[in-house]
C-alpha cells in the first residue's frame, strides 16, 4: 500500500537566524502578495498548498514552444509569429538560457542586498531586439477557451512579466518595458479529435512597471524574519476553507 504524503516539509524551510541565501521563487513572492499568512506557513513552517493536479498538457505546448523557438534562435531569425505582429527581434542566443528555464534547479536569480532571501524565476523565452539591444520577456500560455483572450483580470500573469523584468535588470541586463504573452487557445471546433489538437496563437503585448517588486521583497523578507503568524485573509480562499473547518470543530 502506498504511504500517505505528509503536507509537513523538513526542507526549505526558511530559518531567521540563518545568513544562508534561501530561495523565493517568483511564485512564492506571488503567494505572499495573495496571502502572506499561506506564504508565512508555507515558508516558514514549511506546510504548503496541497498540490493540483498536473497541468501536462500545458506543459507540453511549452516544451513544443521551447523547441520551435529554439530552431529560430540557432538560425538568428524572428519566429514567424513575431514577423506577423511587425515586432523586430530574434530569440535571445546567450548561453544561460537553458539555466533561465530551469525554475527548479537555477533559473534566473538575484540575491537581495541586505537580506538572505535569493529571489529565483524560471523564464519561458528572451527574445532580442536587435535595434536598441533591449532584451523582451516571452512567456508562454495555453488555453482553451471560446472567450476573447486577453490580459483582463490577469493580476498575476502581469506581476509574473514584472518579476522577471526585475530578476534580469537586477543582473545587469537592459530590459525592455514590453513583454509578450504567446497565448494559445485550443480550438474546439473540429468536427472530431483524430490524435491532434490545433491552436489559434495569439500574441499579447505588456507595458511592465517593476517598481513595486523591491519594496515586495523586503516585506516577504520581514514577514519571514518574524515569530507572528500573519492573520488570516479574507481574500484567500485556503485562509477561508481552513477558518469554516475551525468554526465548525469548535462549534
Known sequence: MQAHKSYKRIRNIYDPLSTTPFKISRSKLDLFLKCPRCFYIDRRLGIGHPECFPYTLNNAVDELLKKEFDT?????????????????????????????????????????????????????????????????????????????????????????????????????????????????????????????????????????????????VIKAYECLQSDTIPSHCDECDYCQYVKAISEVLQG
Not at 127 to 144: E, F, G, P, R
Open 72 to 216: 529560430y534562435r540557432s538560425q538568428q531569425k524572428p519566429h514567424p509569429l513575431f514577423i506577423e505582429n511587425n515586432i523586430d527581434a530574434v530569440p535571445f542566443d546567450h548561453p544561460d538560457i537553458d539555466k533561465w528555464r530551469d525554475s527548479l534547479h537555477h533559473g534566473i536569480q538575484y540575491l537581495v542586498p541586505n537580506t538572505n532571501i535569493n529571489l529565483t524565476g524560471g523564464i519561458d523565452d528572451i527574445l532580442l531586439n536587435q535595434n536598441n539591444d533591449l532584451i523582451i520577456i516571452a512567456d508562454y500560455k495555453a488555453t482553451s477557451t471560446k472567450n476573447e483572450i486577453s490580459l483582463t483580470n490577469r493580476e498575476s500573469y502581469k506581476r509574473q512579466m514584472e518579476i522577471y523584468q526585475w530578476l534580469f535588470r537586477k543582473n545587469g541586463f537592459n530590459v525592455s518595458n514590453t513583454g509578450y504573452f504567446v497565448y494559445c487557445n485550443g480550438k474546439k471546433d473540429a468536427n472530431g479529435f483524430d490524435k491532434q489538437l490545433q491552436f489559434d496563437i495569439s500574441l499579447l503585448s505588456y507595458t511592465g512597471d517593476d517598481s513595486w517588486v523591491d519594496l515586495a
